[in-house]
């Protein structure tokens, strides 16, 4: 079976195209993808069981072999900058611990700021 690797995939569409390692394209419809998997990123590794449909090459099953390479894997900061980052989320989140034992939300505008933090160092974290 050959493998290559996603070019596109729209899941709105339900359908996409494939690159194999010898060059040609192969159309990936939502049928063909395995149980569980709705979409997938372009450069997303994987193998095809391919036919040759009307319009060309088709692809009847795919397995993924590895996901595409994360974009945020590639920029995110170093594990010596991120200890220094989680310390200050750490004193941040404290203090924002206390003023709730006191009966008090943070101002809208720190509320806003510290979700926007946490949600950043997930992602970081995350990929």
Not at 2 to 24: H, L, M, N, V, W
Not at 46 to 63: F, I, P, S
Not at 88 to 111: C, E, H
Request: charged share 30%.
């Amino acid at each position: 079976m050959p493998t290559g690797r996603i070019k596109f995939y729209d899941s709105a569409k339900g359908f996409g195209f494939a690159q194999t390692d010898d060059g040609e394209e192969v159309h990936v419809p939502a049928a063909a993808l395995p149980a569980g998997v709705s979409d997938l990123r372009s450069g997303t590794r994987v193998e095809l069981g391919v036919a040759e449909g009307r319009r060309g090459k088709q692809a009847l099953t795919v397995e993924v072999l590895d996901d595409a390479p994360s974009v945020v894997r590639n920029h995110r900061p170093s594990p010596e900058k991120m200890a220094v980052l989680m310390e200050d989320l750490i004193k941040v989140l404290d203090q924002t611990s206390n003023g709730l034992r006191r009966g008090r939300y943070p101002q809208r505008a720190q509320a806003q700021k510290i979700a926007a933090v946490l949600r950043r160092v997930a992602d970081d974290l995350e990929a």
